[in-house]
Structure formats: structure tokens, C-alpha cells
């Protein structure tokens, strides 16, 4: 009877002792997160934002051209490592197949949520680029398809060729799309890219031609002297013209 009364004993102290063992990566009573959940959450937070990006829409330039900077946006995106990049063709044909229509370009909130929600991405990227004399402006933003909220609106006006703005300003667009300090050196090129093509003032030009001029004037004079006081016969050239050779004295 002793026991078996001390085995019952010893069965209750040692289920007792493992309910208060806890496993590591568990809640808590308090609902304070394990170990295993915080590394889980970390990773989750720190993953690349998946981003549809939509054919920009040209307003005083080709379509083909507004492609290539539409092409060359998802580029820049995919290299600031923020972004995880969803390609043209992949898009395409997710709205293809779910039979998604829109007359003209998709650039309203209902229309960019519900393209978002069949591509099954977080973010969309939208815009336009324009151009008017000799500026384009660079509009583009950045939507969550969430809440269908704009998170980023960037624009950029820059005057000169198409060319830099291919090369340069739609990388200081991605980097501001990504939350990124567009770097002093990038701000620097552009700005002496504008100032490239910025007309000289008359004055200016004025003055360059009156310079022009007198050097002309002034080295014609000088190798009219030089013949004059030369005594060195002209030398005929094989091509017909001739040559003169003279002296300074």
C-alpha cells in the first residue's frame, strides 16, 4: 500500500514540473512571441516588396519610346534591391488569361486596385512622361494595393535630350520611388546635363563671333605678310593646288 502511494505521488510532482517546462519559439500566458516567431516576423519584414510596373504613358512622344523608359524604369527599380520585379510579358499574360479589359491607359484607383489584386502583387507603379519644347516632365507614382493609397508621387522636369533622360533622370525617379537618397554626383550630372543645352545668350554669341573674327582676320593678315616677304617660288601640288613655303622674317 506504501507503495504504490509513493508512486502516485511521484507521477503527480513530475507531471506538475513539465506543464510549467515551456518550448522555446511558443507564446507565452503573457502572448509575449518566442525566439522562432521574432525571427519569422524579421523575415517577413525585411523581404522585397513584389511591384507590378505599367507601360508609362506618352504624352509628345512614340509609344515605342515611352516602352523603353517604361523598360528601363523596371530596371532601376529591380537595382536599388528594394523591389522585386514582376516582368512585362508575365503581366501581360496574368491579364490576359483572367480577361482583364481597360479602354485606354489604367490610371485610376479602382482600375490600378483591381489590376493589383489579379497580378497578386503589394505595389503598382504608374505614370507618365511628357514632353513640351524641349522639357520633359517625368510623372510616376507608386500605389499600395492594399488600402489603394499613393505612397510616392515623384516628378521631374528636365530640358534637354531623350537620351539622359533614358540614362540618368529615370534612375533618380527609381531611387525616390524606393525611398532612397538620389546621390550628390547623379544630382550633379543632370544638372550639368540641362545647363549642356541651355542656348548661349546673344551677347554671348555676339561676342564668341566678333572673336572669331579678328582671329580669322588677324591669321589671314599674318600669311599675307608671309608670302609678300617670301622668297621661296610657289610649289605645285600633286592634288592640283598649290603649295607655299615662306619664311618669317
Known amino acids: ?7 502516485l505521488l511521484s507521477l503527480v510532482l513530475f507531471s506538475a514540473e513539465f506543464s510549467f517546462d515551456q518550448p522555446a519559439g511558443k507564446k507565452s500566458k503573457s502572448g509575449t512571441p518566442g525566439k522562432t516567431e521574432k525571427l519569422a516576423s524579421a523575415d517577413i519584414s525585411s523581404r ?6 505599367t507601360n508609362l504613358g506618352g504624352k509628345g512622344i512614340s509609344e515605342d519610346v ?9 530596371a532601376e527599380l529591380l537595382e536599388t534591391g528594394r523591389f522585386a ?5 508575365q503581366m501581360n499574360e496574368i491579364l490576359k488569361e483572367q480577361g482583364f479589359q481597360q479602354s485606354g491607359a489604367c490610371s485610376e484607383e479602382g482600375c490600378l486596385v483591381e ?22 516632365s517625368i510623372n510616376v507614382r ?12 515623384i516628378k521631374e522636369y528636365f530640358k534637354g535630350k531623350i537620351d539622359h533622360v ?11 520611388l524606393a525611398g532612397q ?18 542656348p548661349r545668350s546673344r551677347s554671348t554669341k555676339y561676342l564668341w563671333t566678333g572673336l572669331a573674327g579678328i582671329t580669322v582676320g588677324t591669321a589671314a593678315g599674318l600669311v599675307y605678310l608671309n608670302i609678300q616677304n617670301s622668297e621661296s617660288p610657289a610649289i605645285n601640288s600633286p592634288t592640283g593646288g598649290v603649295l607655299i613655303e615662306w619664311a618669317i622674317e
Request: net charge positive; hydrophobic share 45%.
Open 85 to 89: 520585379i514582376m516582368e512585362r510579358e
Open 48 to 53: 522585397p516588396i513584389s511591384v507590378g510596373v
Open 166 to 176: 533614358l540614362t540618368t533622370v529615370i534612375k533618380s525617379v527609381a531611387l525616390q
Open 142 to 153: 507608386l500605389v499600395d494595393m492594399a488600402t489603394g493609397k499613393i505612397l510616392k508621387n
Open 115 to 136: 489590376m493589383g489584386q489579379i497580378l497578386g502583387v503589394d505595389h503598382l507603379v504608374t505614370g507618365s512622361v511628357g514632353l513640351v519644347g524641349q522639357t520633359f
Open 181 to 198: 537618397e538620389v546621390p550628390i554626383e547623379l544630382k550633379n550630372k543632370i544638372t550639368k546635363l540641362e545647363e549642356s543645352n541651355r
Open 1 to 7: 500500500m506504501l507503495t504504490r502511494l509513493t508512486l
Open 66 to 74: 515611352a516602352s523603353t523608359l517604361t523598360d528601363a524604369l523596371r
